[in-house]
């Protein structure tokens, strides 16, 4: 079975550039998370889709960052425009799709990251 | 924000020692995950308590939970030097009615093996 892809793997920008981060998840995976991780912090989730709906995006910065799911299945991840503090690693995760009977038992998978720098 | 917080910060063992890392958290949960990764990687699960489970085991793995304390702790046996990685533990709670899981991960351990 193939894991969660994420493209690219660097990217280094100046700041105030924009810059796109893209995911796939495992197929058939309903459930998908983007995270943020900055360098000697615990990921800290952005926003989490069930299937192309947003489910939760509290900690996501809204005026600065963006993401879709147009067709339930990759994702992508916008910063526009980014700051120096947006330097971290952006984790996509999926997990099988949630419900209340099988809350507790699914677990997430996480792809490989992209390295993010700002200069 | 970080729901749960890991001690040590870094640990470092020899080879063969058994490694114990601990995570205290704030709110209820519905259960507790212990990830690990290693540098420059992704997060691979380990192993998954609920919150009626007292312990449970995976290979050299025993992960306990105690909720009245609301600590969890992870003892890796017999540790080996491609044990070394950050664990990081993540309690799941619900963000909604349809059972919606929201992972929120402590700071981690830096766990490092001398061979």
């Known amino acids: 079975e193939a894991g969660v892809a994420q493209s690219p793997r660097y990217k280094i920008i100046e700041k105030r550039q924009s810059v796109a981060f893209w995911c796939n998840p495992i197929?058939?995976?309903?459930?998908l998370y983007w995270y943020q991780q900055i360098l000697g912090q615990g990921p800290k989730l952005l926003i989490q889709?069930?299937?192309?709906?947003?489910?939760?995006d509290s900690q996501l910065p809204k005026d600065r960052f963006s993401a879709e799911r147009l067709k339930g299945v990759d994702s992508t991840l916008k910063i526009q425009p980014a700051k120096l503090e947006d330097s971290a690693v952006y984790l996509c995760?999926?997990?099988?799709?949630?419900?209340?009977?099988?809350?507790?038992?699914?677990?997430?998978?996480f792809g490989p990251g992209t390295r993010l720098t700002v200069l | 924000s970080q729901q749960g917080e890991e001690d040590p910060q870094a640990l470092s063992i020899q080879e063969g020692e058994n490694a114990t890392m601990n995570c205290s958290y704030k709110t209820s949960i519905n259960n507790l995950q212990w990830y690990r990764q290693n540098s420059g990687r992704g997060l691979v699960h380990l192993i998954l308590?609920?919150?009626?489970?007292r312990e449970k085991h995976s290979g050299r793995l025993r992960v306990t939970l105690d909720t009245s304390k609301k600590s969890s702790s992870l003892l890796i046996t017999a540790s080996r030097a491609a044990d070394t990685a950050s664990y990081f533990c993540?309690?799941?709670?619900?963000?909604?009615?349809?059972?919606?899981?929201?992972?929120?991960f402590g700071t981690g351990t830096r766990l490092t093996i001398i061979p």
């Open positions: 308590i609920r919150s009626n489970e």
């Open positions: 197929s058939g995976h309903a459930t």
């Open positions: 889709f069930q299937n192309n709906g947003v489910v939760d």
């Open positions: 995760a999926s997990r099988t799709e949630g419900s209340y009977l099988w809350v507790g038992t699914d677990t997430q998978y």
């Open positions: 993540a309690t799941a709670g619900y963000i909604s009615n349809f059972g919606n899981e929201k992972l929120t």
